[in-house]
């Protein structure tokens, strides 16, 4: 029995420059619906996440029906956004939307393939959330030759990405001149204060929240909790190694090192460096831990 799942969805429009995700643009995903059937344990599940790829690609609706969490999020593209899937999803038990839009910049929305306007992804959104009170979306730093202002659309969660050029993308292949480290760190300080003020706390690197409405489910996973992968290129967390749990450094719970005293002297370490907070037994990240995190985690490892 196992409390978290996510299903993988690899189909897509087309190919993102940026990506090198498994997904693939196809113009049929019979049969993949029936495959996942097959495979579901019997729930209930806490959390369920559909994620791609882009799931409404698929016909959602056999799925809906025999799945249920206390959070079940599914991911969509803007272009996927129509009042009848976004009726479905809900009367399916779906209670959380997480949207991709990237960008803000129309040009590099283009450049990325994304195939629609800001404006538009900003009708999906408001579309998105007269149905759904969480929602969310994923934005892009460091995109070359990205420029945009942070537009408050009352999204409830954000994930900030860096870009990271995958050897396997399209971007790879262009040999185009990218931000450099500074200037991708800056930006996203800067996001970071700006998203403050919109009530939207840091509460893991890349992912920021209204106080409630963090991702439940990605928050078991960085807590050490099993999860059941489900899907082509869908990787699973089964019987995980209590040392795996120390991946909560990377959001505001922490790490206790009363839970991990082979850790304390790193950890204080680290503390020192003005890289840790402590509260009690429990370190957290500072503003500039947060940027040197995987530095930190590979020394705990
Ligand atoms: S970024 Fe998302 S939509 Fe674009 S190709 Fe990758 S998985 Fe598909």
Not at 102 to 122: E, I, K, P, V, W
Request: net charge negative; proline share 4%.
């Amino acid at each position: 029995m196992v409390d978290n799942l996510y299903v993988h969805f690899p189909f897509c429009r087309r190919k993102c420059t940026y990506c090198a995700l498994p997904s693939r643009a196809v113009n049929t995903t019979a049969g993949y619906v029936e495959g996942i059937l097959r495979q579901l344990p019997s729930g209930p599940f806490k959390t369920v996440y559909f994620g791609g790829g882009t799931p409404a690609r698929c016909d959602l609706r056999p799925l809906l029906k025999v799945l249920s969490a206390d959070e079940f999020t599914v991911e969509l593209h803007p272009l996927d956004v129509t009042r009848e899937l976004l009726a479905q999803l809900r009367g399916g038990g779906v209670n959380r939307i997480s949207m991709g839009v990237q960008s803000f910049n129309d040009d590099t929305l283009r450049d990325m393939g994304r195939g629609y306007t800001a404006a538009q992804a900003h009708r999906a959104f408001d579309l998105v959330r007269e149905y759904f009170d969480n929602a969310g979306i994923d934005l892009i730093v460091g995109y070359p030759g990205d420029h945009w202002e942070l537009e408050d659309w009352g999204y409830r969660h954000l994930s900030l990405y860096s870009l990271i050029l995958e050897p396997k993308s399209i971007l790879a292949r262009q040999n185009r001149e990218l931000p450099g480290d500074d200037e991708v760190l800056d930006r996203i300080r800067e996001l970071a204060q700006e998203l403050a003020a919109l009530g939207l706390r840091r509460y893991e690197i890349s992912s920021y929240a209204v106080p409630g409405y963090e991702c439940r489910h990605n928050l078991a996973v960085w807590r050490g909790e099993d999860y059941l992968g489900i899907g082509d290129g869908a990787e699973s967390g089964l019987n995980r190694d209590r040392r795996e749990k120390m991946l909560s450094l990377r959001t505001y719970l922490g790490l206790d090192a009363d839970e991990f005293p082979e850790w304390r002297a790193t950890l204080e370490f680290y503390q020192r460096q003005g890289l840790l907070t402590r509260e009690g037994s429990v370190f957290r990240l500072t503003p500039r831990g947060t940027e040197v995190c995987d530095a930190i985690l590979a020394d705990l490892a």
